[in-house]
């Protein structure tokens, strides 16, 4: 397997998705609390890192294997295991050494503070399995939106600030909502990744059996609640700010505003995997970005 096809079957261009919300759980600590571990939030950045791999790789592994005689073609001329005709044992060994390390870290990080990570842990485990696995996956449900959001954008975030936090005190009940409302604009940006992908699969989803929100919000109500998403995600940025949970220059993200929309425009024209997928992908890029540089400016000036 080259480089460019295993990068293509973890899907590494979505891996903005877990570095998002883990720097927003970085500045959210040094911002608001004062508190910072480097070792720990750089063990659970590469766990995360695996075990996201590790989800997105047995996502195409289960459509492969799971696929109905129907989808034969689908199987040989899109899917990437038939297209580069990979060893499906391979990949299996591959996604099982994922999590293995993935787990080894979770449990020394779970020894060093406390068993609130375990947890969330294994909520994240849990959601990352049944998400593309099961009689039903999450993937091919309603609810995939909902919960590669939540988890990705929300828990991530959460672990992070945990795993700052443990040692002070500071994790509290009210911190989880102050946390929740400052991941906001991760959750719903990688909310509409996943939204864009079913909606660009509408018509194949159809053919594997796979009922997604859109099959039950019709296209028409999936590109309005696409449009929304974003609108939900600055308002909790400004509301964050407003509350001092993130610092002032965060409203600098707000000049992404011109290219989110632009990107926005270009794929409401056009739902092609191919060919406009990639928008939904380059606007959490950019808020990815600009959180990144603007949050990370008044932090660190703060400190």
């Known amino acids: ?4 096809i295993f990068l293509e079957l973890v899907e590494a261009k979505a891996k903005v998705a877990s570095i998002f919300p883990f720097c927003l759980g970085v500045y959210f600590s040094w911002y608001y609390t004062h508190q910072l571990n480097w070792g720990l939030s750089l063990m659970f950045f590469v ?12 996502d195409n592994y289960s459509d492969y294997k799971h696929a109905t005689a129907k989808a034969d073609e689908w199987k040989q001329k899109t899917n990437i295991i038939g297209v580069n005709h990979l060893s499906m044992t391979g990949i299996r060994n591959q996604i099982v050494s994922f999590v293995g390390v993935a ?15 375990l947890l969330m842990g294994v909520f994240c485990f849990a959601v990352g399995y049944f998400y593309a696995a099961g009689p039903r996956p999450i ?67 159809q053919l594997l059996n796979r009922k997604t929100l859109v099959y039950y919000l019709g296209k028409k109500g999936g590109l309005r609640l696409f449009v929304i998403n974003y609108v939900l995600g600055y308002g909790c940025l400004i509301l964050s700010v407003g509350l001092h949970y993130l610092p002032y220059t965060s409203l600098l993200v707000l000049l992404s505003l011109p290219l989110v929309i632009k990107n926005t425009r270009q794929f409401l024209a056009k739902q092609v995997k191919k060919e406009t997928f990639k928008f939904a992908v380059k606007n959490a890029m950019i808020l990815a970005v600009f959180c990144i540089v603007c949050i990370g400016v008044g932090t660190i000036a703060n400190w």
């Open 1 to 4: 397997m080259t480089v460019p």
């Open 139 to 205: 993937s091919t449900t309603p609810f995939g939106e909902f919960f590669s959001g939540i988890t990705m954008g929300f828990v991530i975030m959460l672990i992070t600030v945990y795993l700052n936090t443990a040692s002070s005190g500071l994790f509290t009940f009210e911190l989880f909502w102050q946390v929740l409302l400052a991941s906001g604009i991760a959750v719903f940006a990688i909310s509409n990744i996943m939204l864009a992908n079913n909606l660009c699969d509408a018509d194949e989803d």
């Open 47 to 58: 766990a995360m890192l695996l075990f996201n791999m590790a989800v997105d790789a047995h």
């Open 103 to 117: 787990t080894v870290i979770g449990i020394a990080m779970t020894v060093m503070t406390g068993w609130p990570l």
